[in-house]
Structures are given as C-alpha cells and as structure tokens.
Nanobody, 112 residues
Framework: VQLQAFGGGLVLPGGFRRLSCAAS?????MGWYRQAPGKQRELVAT???????NYADSVKGRFTISRDIRANTVYLQMNSLEPEDTAVYYC??????????WGQGTLVTVSS
C-alpha cells in the first residue's frame, strides 16, 4: 500500500487547514497521527470502512476526519488551529490483514 499525503503548511492561530491522503490499496481503516518536536507520535483521528471514528481528546470538536471510499482518500479538516497542533502529520492505513502502513508525513506549523 502506498500513501500520498498533502496539505501541510503554515497557518495562523485560529485558522484552518485540510489534509488529504490517497491510498493505493484496499484498506480496513484510514487515519492520521502526528508527531510534535520532541514528542512521541500520537493518534489524531481514525476512520474505519464501516464508519467508526475515533478522535484524540485534544482535537475533538475542532478536527473532522472523513473519507471518500471510491477515491480511497482520507481527509482531515482542522479548524481553530492552535500552536500546540504544530507537528508532522502522518497518514496511516490498516489493511484487512491488520498490516499498518505510513505515509511520508506533512508538516503543519501553527504560528503568527
């Protein structure tokens, strides 16, 4: 499975950004993790093919994950961004045989 993530960049605090990630193969779930400088990689949001969604508490109410099944693409709409959201965001998928794949990461910087 190959993943291509897009959408990172510099955003002002309070602003918004949309990330997208296209997968080449069939997947059980798709989602996003992030890694801030000096911190461990952490879950942001995941979405299964059945529509089950899981968000990190820190992004609930601000971020929305969605999926285009036909295009095998997952999106992350990020609103009300805060400097603490600055991180490299990684797209990830879990295949039906429970293998996990990671994209190359896209940097989101929230700063004035």
């Amino acid at each position: 499975v190959q993943l291509q993530a897009f959408g990172g960049g510099l955003v002002l605090p309070g602003g918004f950004r949309r990330l997208s990630c296209a997968a080449s193969g069939r997947t059980f779930s798709m989602g996003w993790y992030r890694q801030a400088p000096g911190k461990q990689r952490e879950l942001v949001a995941t979405l299964t093919r059945a529509g089950n969604i899981n968000y990190a508490d820190s992004v609930k109410g601000r971020f929305t994950i969605s999926r285009d099944i036909r295009a095998n693409t997952v999106y992350l709409q990020m609103n009300s961004l805060e400097p603490e959201d600055t991180a490299v965001y990684y797209c990830t998928v879990l295949t039906w045989n429970m293998n996990r794949y990671w994209g190359q990461g896209t940097l989101v910087t929230v700063s004035s």
